[in-house]
Structures are given as structure tokens and as C-alpha cells.
């Protein structure tokens, strides 16, 4: 019996709650049709050029992003626009594409959980609970215990390690010794002052502030950018492990592919490489 992007739908609202999503986020269904009956689906961050190619080229008719591919208004659909092309090539290709972004961050066990536990993080509670009394243990960002104390210096070579990274940005004092670590896959630097207020000795997250960055330097607390691609790329591997989980328990007969094209949209460049 085929599956439809419906179906889909309901087992990712059961996972994460689309009504976890921030009021100026667009999750869910945002091109295509609940009823279409989905073939293979294909898995990535961004709904760029390079991923909605890839499904086209393997004939994934479902994409499912952490960002959403619609994110503003649209007045329009120009398709002499980016945003336009891309909406123009899923119609044209019969692909439907979802978005699960702030719902995905939000819920228990979601983005941030994923990153905590990468790094060895336990006893996780998020840093801003969201008070939803239906969904207990969601909210913004992760704070908890190392399973075991470790140099400031170790613990910034197991986050170049765990994300795939050759340099960080740090702001602030690196910590002789970390116990407590705080981490918000993606934009979390309006979380920093709470990380700290809850006993962290480091705080990993995206696109840091300047401003937070020189409240950090002043206070000596330490917190590290480790780039919005690298914090959420696990948002991918994330949906890949509870959609085939998924798929196994409900006996659908489709692939799930994470994205083999997608790649870190900043490379770095130093004096010598010019």
C-alpha cells in the first residue's frame, strides 16, 4: 500500500510536535500535496539548489529540510529568483518538500539533544523550557553534565571532531576544567546569558553576536561558534534514524536518503591560500 505525504506528515508531528514551532517559523507541508503518494524521500539541512537537484536526479518525489524552502511571504513566484527556481524545479519534478525547523529544535530528544549527545553531554534539560505541559522536556537549547570532566582545550578538539571542524571561533576564557556545557544547534547567542545563569562553563552554539561575544569576553565566560551548518547538520541524521525507524515499524516499502550533495556553505580562506 503506498504512502502518502500525509501519512508522513502525522508520524512527524508525533515526533515533533509541528506545534512547537515558533510563531514566526513555516514548518510542514510547503510545496506540493498530502495526498501524493511518496516513492523515496530524500533528507537535508537546506532546500537549495544543489538538494532539490539531487531529488529530481534520483527521483525522490519528497524532501524533507530542517529550513523550510518558503520562509518569508511570498507576493510572488518569480521564477527568475532563487527562491523562485527552486519552487519552480520541485513543481516540475512532482516533489513535495516539508520543513521541520523550530518543532525539530524544540521537541525533547530534537536538535539540540542530538548535538548534546555527540559531545558526551548527560542529563539533559533544555535552557529555555517552552511550558507546554503537553510536551515535557521541550524547549530551546540543551544544558547538562559531561560523563566525565575534561580540559577546556580537550573538550574544543571533541567539538572540531564531533562537527567535522578544522578551527572555532571562541569568545571569552577558555575553562581550565568543564564540567556543565550548554549547546544550541544553530542561532543561539540570545541564549548565552542564561547558559551561564545555569551553571555552564561553555556554551557551543551559531552565529554569535558581536555584542554577546564582548559580554562573554567581559564576564569570562566562554562560548563557541561552531557555525549554524555544522551545529544542525545532525538535524539530518536525526529525521534519517526516526523515519526509518519509522518506515520499519509501519512496513513502508521507501527509501530514506540523507544528502549526499549538500555541503557547508563557508569555506575557509587565509592569506597563504590566496
Given amino acids: 500500500m503506498a504512502v502518502k505525504v ?3 506528515l502525522e508520524e512527524l508531528d508525533d515526533f515533533a510536535p509541528f506545534s512547537l514551532s515558533e510563531s514566526w517559523d513555516n514548518t510542514g507541508l510547503l510545496i506540493g500535496s498530502a495526498e501524493m503518494a511518496v516513492s523515496s524521500i530524500l533528507l537535508g539541512l537546506d532546500p537549495c539548489e544543489s538538494v532539490i537537484s539531487e531529488a529530481a536526479e534520483k527521483k525522490c518525489n519528497l524532501v524533507i529540510t530542517h529550513h523550510p524552502i518558503i520562509f518569508k511571504p511570498l507576493s510572488s513566484i518569480d521564477t527568475g529568483t532563487v527562491i523562485g527556481r527552486l519552487i519552480q524545479k520541485a513543481l516540475q519534478n512532482s516533489i513535495s518538500v516539508i520543513a521541520c525547523h523550530t518543532n ?4 525533547a530528544y530534537g536538535v539540540s539533544d542530538a548535538l548534546g549527545n555527540a559531545l558526551g553531554i548527560t542529563g539533559m534539560s533544555p535552557i529555555i523550557p517552552s511550558g507546554n505541559s503537553l510536551f515535557p522536556g521541550s524547549g530551546s537549547g540543551r ?3 559531561l560523563e566525565q570532566e575534561v580540559s577546556g582545550r580537550h573538550f574544543l578538539q571533541r567539538i572540531m571532531d564531533s562537527l567535522g571542524l578544522d578551527r572555532l571561533q571562541v569568545a571569552g576564557r ?5 564540567n556543565r556545557a550548554a549547546v544550541c544547534g544553530g542561532s543561539g547567542s540570545g541564549f548565552a546569558v542564561r547558559a551561564k545563569e545555569l551553571g555552564a562553563d561553555i556554551y557551543l552554539t551559531a552565529e554569535v553576536k ?4 564582548r559580554w562573554a569576553e567581559d564576564e569570562g565566560f566562554c562560548i563557541v561558534d561552531g557555525t549554524h551548518y555544522a551545529t544542525e547538520r545532525l538535524a539530518v541524521h536525526l529525521l534519517h534514524e526516526k523515519l526509518t525507524e519509522t518506515a520499519r515499524k509501519n512496513n513502508w516499502n521507501i527509501k530514506i536518503i540523507p544528502t549526499e550533495t549538500e555541503r557547508h556553505p563557508f569555506v575557509s580562506v587565509d592569506k597563504n591560500s590566496l
Fill in 6 to 8: 500525509g501519512e508522513i
Fill in 104 to 107: 525539530l529544535d524544540n521537541t
Fill in 143 to 145: 544544558i547538562g553534565t
Fill in 174 to 178: 577558555i575553562p581550565e576544567r568543564i
Fill in 210 to 213: 558581536h555584542d554577546t561575544a
